[in-house]
């Protein structure tokens, strides 16, 4: 199936929509793309290509969404219906091949933090495996720092990506026994994890 088919399968909180969700995603997804991310831009980069892309999308509409749309309808978007049709996207347009290194990282999205300037800061995160020889993502995880721990998605990410007999590279938290045998795949964890000066890798094979 295409993007453009898993984009309509996320669910829209709208009732009465203009615009369908699937075409203010693709929007974004292709503005990104080009390198403009923020709604001033975005707004900009559907300025300038309008009537290329409602005669390519055949949409039936006099103009495409406007910088308020553009932002009103994304800042309301189900994240965890866009993780779940990218995944199922990515699962179909990438296969993972034997021996292909999978990075997984997570990284917070700035505008989510709260009680910055305590100790313990909440603040929500995405964990992706990244294919470092197809350059692309092949899965994604949300992570709320408050309910449960980078540790605990990657594992989750891990069994919905099930994957043998690819290698996986962890940040050194991640280096502790029960680590990657928790997760049922069949692929070689390799953590890094510093010491001092030297850096250290543990490799485990399921």
């Known amino acids: 199936m295409s993007l453009i088919h898993h984009l309509q399968q996320v669910s829209d909180y709208r009732t009465k929509p203009h615009y369908p969700l699937w075409v203010v995603m693709l929007l974004v997804i292709m503005g990104i793309m080009s390198g403009c991310t923020g709604y001033r831009a975005l ?28 932002r009103r309808i994304m ?39 709260r009680d910055h300037d305590k100790s313990y800061q909440d603040f929500i995160s995405v964990v992706s495996a990244f294919s470092v020889s197809q350059g692309v993502v092949v899965g994604l995880r949300s992570m709320h720092n408050h309910d449960t721990s980078e540790i605990a998605t990657v594992q989750s990410l891990l069994e919905l990506l099930n994957v043998h007999g690819a290698c996986f590279t962890f940040d050194a938290l991640h280096t502790q026994k029960s680590g990657c045998n928790r997760a049922e795949v069949s692929s070689a964890c390799v953590a890094p994890s510093k010491l001092s000066s030297r850096s250290l890798i543990v490799e485990m094979t399921i």
């Open 75 to 113: 800042i309301r978007i189900s994240f965890e219906s866009l993780t779940a049709a990218f995944n199922a996207w990515a699962a179909e347009a990438f296969e993972v091949a034997t021996g292909e290194q999978l990075a997984t990282d997570g990284k917070s999205i700035k505008v989510s933090v």
């Open 43 to 70: 707004e900009g980069f559907v300025e300038r290509h309008q009537n290329a892309l409602l005669k390519l999308l055949e949409l039936p509409y006099g103009r495409l969404p406007s910088f308020t749309t553009l």
